[in-house]
């Protein structure tokens, strides 16, 4: 008990402090959910993986900081939780690293692969892939066999589509999955990961039947999900038919390269993956089917409930729809985004709010903390927060104009505007493109999209064991029809595209706090979130791309030229060549690249790329203090030259050299940026 002698001093500086700190109250989850996510972004963001007992060390920090939270509630308690948050979500991210923990093929393999098929989806390149589980390998023992392998059918290998449950068996080429295409890249030995990829390759030879699909209630979604995605391809022929079944069950196997293309270069790609949109549209039709549909029996209507059964009849619909689409990542985010929203309803609270979003985030970020570095959580997130904002502050100046049909359009106007506008920076930092046009292709589908195409489907879906799906069926097959219409014209429009440079690392954190104090904030406290929002373009416009990049195979080398990066092929190594004009903001193909003349530049060390082995003695004979870069080993060299071949790459991952404003040479290598992590291969 304190006396007036010993009583803290209260200085006005102090009280204000507390009383910023208390004023956290009003707004708690948000900020709970911002510092969840910064303790996830510092998990990832650590050059080293911390002791296996950090997890444990960390929750029992928080247990210790939640009493004294508790016995400061009305002081710095609130400012405590927000500690907590922090350790917490580090300790979920370790946490979940180690439950997905699986071995990692350490060597290239070329042989018999058996395993069962869990997933079909397609390739980058346009060929069917599937993942397996209860993979076995020719020789290679079980304790060391990755938990899943994904395979590319390529050539005759495609010819047969096995049934989700079946074991097949083939001849494949496997290898560990691959590091990132240069310094502070996407890394893709990361994102495997924790999808529990040991081994990526590619397979030639047609699949064999080992023991086909059991029945049962295990795969009883994934064969159902099947067979809907074949129903509809045969009632619905063409892209049309690829197109409903990929907005149904998830299956984008049967997409054209052509189609892909114009929906990524107008801005609709987001209408194939089963997200957020999908999600609200089909269960804000069964929301609001319900509850009109009570609202004509006025005896019901004037003394039930209808908008909490309206809600809770859309629950089930919404947890069906996440089976039959397969559970995708951006799924179950959708998922728990609109489950929340429901039970939001049922509890008489706003279903849009600030709360809901964070508590969503809360949730996502708990079960996989990974979503946080992938652009699916970031680009809907920031829509879902923007659009509560937006709406929020007109829904509180009451404009007379936002009632009636009016209001419809001008919402839907304001709603692409604004989620246009909010994921722009992502998508343009992840895919390296914006689409100019985005807006208006967005303007013309949307409203197809959820008036004609989900809708119809659904009733269609629930129609088809009564065989009267074909009307609405044929109306979803118009709305398709529309959408694809749309994104060929804005797709060929001049200038629909443009390329953007990667950014630099700094840009990601920066940007996603920027979003995440102006959902904490008030005011005009969010001139911070748009200072930061400002600072995150600037340190993106300052960012230089390297000036020499060797790809962590020795098959390819590129220097960046006036006209843009010079490439030592003008064939093989695709992928990696593509990943690096796209991140220079280069809309060219290879062989365009490869034209290019390589410059001569002060500081710059020679860097000989060899195709052949038996090219190493003259490449030898012209080294003068320069770089020898192969694929293959090769004999020795004389000290005058660096070699770069598989052995030494195997350390280094791809390169990266950068030229300093006093001449010297910056060299960054892939493995050193990804640091010492439980994916990356030592």
Same mark, same amino acid.
């Given at each position: 008990?304190?006396?007036?002698?010993?009583?803290?001093?209260?200085?006005?500086?102090?009280?204000?402090?507390?009383?910023?700190?208390?004023?956290?109250?009003?707004?708690?989850?948000?900020?709970?959910?911002?510092?969840?996510?910064?303790?996830?972004?510092?998990?990832?963001?650590?050059?080293?993986?911390?002791?296996?007992?950090?997890?444990?060390?960390?929750?029992?920090?928080?247990?210790? %900081?939640?009493?004294?939270?508790?016995?400061?509630?009305? =002081?710095?308690?609130?400012?405590?939780?927000?500690?907590?948050?922090?350790?917490?979500? #580090?300790?979920?991210?370790?946490?979940?690293?180690?439950?997905?923990?699986?071995?990692?093929?350490?060597?290239?393999?070329?042989?018999?692969?058996?395993?069962?098929?869990?997933?079909?989806?397609?390739?980058?390149?346009?060929?069917?892939?599937?993942?397996? !589980?209860?993979?076995?390998? !020719?020789?290679?023992?079980?304790?060391?066999?990755?938990?899943?392998?994904?395979?590319?059918?390529? #050539?005759?290998?495609?010819?047969?589509?096995?049934?989700? *449950?079946?074991?097949?068996?083939?001849?494949?080429?496997?290898?560990?999955?691959?590091?990132?295409?240069?310094?502070?890249?996407?890394?893709? &030995?990361?994102?495997?990961?924790?999808?529990?990829?040991?081994?990526?390759?590619?397979?030639?030879?047609?699949?064999?039947?080992?023991?086909?699909?059991?029945?049962?209630?295990?795969?009883?979604?994934?064969? /159902?999900?099947?067979?809907?995605?074949?129903?509809?391809?045969?009632?619905?022929?063409? &892209?049309?038919?690829?197109?409903?079944?990929?907005?149904?069950?998830?299956?984008?196997?049967?997409?054209?390269?052509?189609?892909?293309?114009?929906?990524?270069?107008?801005?609709?790609?987001?209408?194939?993956?089963?997200? #957020? /949109?999908?999600?609200?549209?089909?269960?804000?039709?069964?929301?609001?089917?319900?509850?009109?549909?009570?609202?004509?029996?006025?005896?019901?209507?004037?003394?039930?409930?209808?908008?909490?059964?309206?809600?809770?009849?859309?629950?089930?619909?919404?947890?069906?729809?996440?089976?039959?689409?397969? =559970?995708?990542?951006?799924?179950?985010?959708?998922?728990?985004?609109?489950?929340?929203?429901?039970?939001?309803?049922?509890?008489?609270?706003?279903? /849009?709010?600030?709360?809901?979003?964070?508590?969503?985030?809360?949730?996502?970020?708990?079960?996989?903390?990974?979503?946080?570095?992938?652009? =699916?959580?970031?680009?809907?997130?920031?829509? $879902?927060?923007? /659009?509560? %904002?937006?709406?929020?502050?007109?829904?509180?100046?009451?404009?007379?104009?936002?009632?009636?049909?009016?209001?419809?359009?001008?919402?839907?106007?304001?709603?692409?505007?604004?989620?246009?506008?909010?994921?722009?920076?992502?998508?343009?930092?992840?895919?390296?493109?914006?689409? &100019?046009?985005?807006? @208006?292709?967005?303007?013309?589908?949307?409203?197809?999209? *959820?008036?004609?195409?989900?809708?119809?489907?659904?009733?269609?879906?629930?129609?088809?064991?009564?065989? @009267?799906?074909?009307?609405?069926?044929?109306?979803?097959?118009?709305?398709?029809?529309?959408?694809?219409?749309?994104?060929?014209?804005?797709?060929?429009?001049?200038?629909?595209?443009?390329?953007?440079?990667?950014?630099?690392?700094?840009?990601?954190?920066?940007?996603?706090?920027?979003?995440?104090?102006?959902?904490?904030?008030?005011?005009?406290?969010?001139?911070?979130?748009?200072?930061?929002?400002?600072?995150?373009?600037?340190?993106?416009?300052?960012? $230089?791309?390297?000036?020499?990049?060797?790809?962590?195979?020795?098959?390819?080398?590129?220097?960046?030229?006036?006209?843009?990066?010079?490439?030592?092929?003008?064939?093989?190594?695709?992928?990696?060549?593509?990943?690096?004009?796209?991140?220079?903001? !280069?809309?060219?193909?290879?062989?365009?690249?490869?034209?290019?003349?390589?410059?001569?530049?002060?500081?710059?060390?020679?860097?000989?790329?060899?195709?052949?082995?038996?090219?190493?003695?003259?490449?030898?004979?012209?080294?003068?203090?320069?770089?020898?870069?192969?694929?293959?080993?090769?004999?020795?060299?004389?000290?005058?030259?660096?070699?770069?071949?598989?052995?030494?790459?195997?350390? $280094?991952?791809?390169?990266?050299?950068?030229?300093?404003?006093?001449?010297?040479?910056?060299?960054?290598?892939?493995?050193?940026?990804?640091?010492?992590?439980?994916?990356?291969?030592?």
């Amino acid at each position: 008990m304190h006396t007036a002698d010993t009583a803290p001093p209260t200085t006005p500086r102090f009280a204000a402090t507390i009383g910023a700190i208390q004023r956290l109250r009003g707004r708690r989850l948000p900020w709970i959910a911002t510092a969840f996510g910064t303790g996830v972004g510092i998990y990832f963001g650590l050059p080293v993986e911390p002791s296996p007992w950090m997890p444990w060390a960390l929750i029992m920090g928080s247990v210790a %900081l939640a009493g004294a939270a508790w016995r400061s509630r009305d =002081g710095i308690g609130p400012l405590l939780i927000l500690f907590i948050a922090l350790f917490l979500g #580090g300790a979920a991210a370790q946490i979940r690293t180690l439950v997905v923990a699986g071995p990692v093929l350490e060597f290239r393999y070329h042989g018999a692969v058996e395993g069962r098929v869990v997933h079909i989806d397609r390739s980058g390149s346009g060929a069917v892939r599937i993942t397996l !589980d209860q993979v076995r390998l !020719d020789r290679v023992p079980l304790v060391e066999t990755p938990r899943r392998v994904r395979l590319s059918l390529h #050539g005759s290998g495609g010819l047969v589509r096995p049934a989700p *449950g079946a074991r097949v068996m083939t001849t494949a080429f496997l290898a560990p999955p691959n590091g990132p295409a240069e310094p502070d890249g996407f890394d893709f &030995q990361r994102h495997a990961w924790f999808l529990r990829l040991g081994a990526v390759g590619y397979t030639r030879i047609p699949l064999l039947l080992a023991e086909p699909a059991p029945q049962g209630l295990p795969l009883l979604a994934a064969r /159902l999900r099947e067979n809907l995605s074949n129903r509809l391809r045969d009632r619905l022929p063409g &892209q049309t038919g690829q197109i409903a079944a990929a907005i149904t069950t998830g299956d984008r196997s049967g997409l054209s390269d052509e189609v892909t293309e114009s929906l990524r270069a107008s801005n609709l790609a987001h209408l194939l993956a089963i997200s #957020g /949109l999908h999600m609200g549209l089909l269960t804000g039709f069964v929301f609001w089917a319900v509850r009109g549909g009570l609202a004509l029996i006025p005896s019901i209507a004037l003394t039930h409930p209808t908008r909490i059964w309206a809600a809770l009849a859309a629950m089930p619909f919404a947890a069906a729809y996440l089976v039959l689409s397969g =559970g995708s990542v951006a799924t179950q985010r959708a998922f728990v985004m609109v489950f929340i929203m429901l039970i939001a309803i049922c509890l008489g609270r706003r279903a /849009l709010s600030m709360r809901s979003v964070a508590l969503a985030a809360l949730v996502i970020l708990t079960w996989r903390p990974e979503a946080l570095t992938g652009p =699916g959580f970031q680009m809907s997130f920031a829509a $879902t927060g923007a /659009l509560v %904002l937006v709406f929020g502050a007109l829904a509180r100046n009451r404009h007379g104009w936002l009632r009636g049909w009016q209001g419809a359009v001008v919402s839907l106007f304001v709603s692409s505007v604004v989620a246009g506008l909010a994921t722009a920076p992502f998508a343009a930092a992840h895919f390296n493109r914006i689409g &100019q046009f985005g807006v @208006l292709a967005n303007l013309l589908a949307v409203p197809v999209m *959820g008036f004609a195409v989900m809708p119809m489907l659904l009733i269609g879906l629930m129609l088809w064991p009564l065989g @009267l799906e074909g009307p609405p069926l044929a109306i979803a097959a118009l709305g398709i029809d529309w959408i694809l219409g749309v994104a060929d014209r804005v797709a060929s429009l001049p200038g629909a595209v443009s390329a953007v440079p990667a950014p630099p690392w700094q840009v990601f954190p920066v940007l996603g706090l920027s979003f995440a104090l102006a959902a904490c904030l008030a005011g005009k406290a969010r001139g911070l979130s748009a200072g930061l929002l400002a600072g995150a373009l600037v340190i993106w416009s300052m960012g $230089t791309r390297p000036d020499v990049l060797i790809s962590a195979d020795g098959r390819l080398v590129g220097w960046m030229t006036p006209e843009g990066r010079a490439l030592s092929r003008e064939k093989g190594a695709g992928f990696v060549a593509e990943s690096w004009l796209e991140n220079d903001g !280069d809309g060219v193909e290879q062989a365009e690249a490869a034209a290019r003349s390589i410059p001569v530049r002060e500081g710059l060390p020679d860097i000989i790329a060899l195709r052949r082995a038996r090219d190493a003695d003259a490449a030898y004979g012209d080294c003068n203090g320069g770089w020898v870069v192969a694929p293959m080993d090769l004999p020795p060299a004389p000290a005058q030259c660096r070699v770069l071949a598989p052995d030494q790459l195997r350390l $280094t991952g791809a390169i990266g050299l950068y030229i300093q404003r006093d001449g010297s040479i910056l060299e960054r290598h892939t493995t050193e940026r990804q640091g010492r992590r439980p994916w990356v291969l030592q």
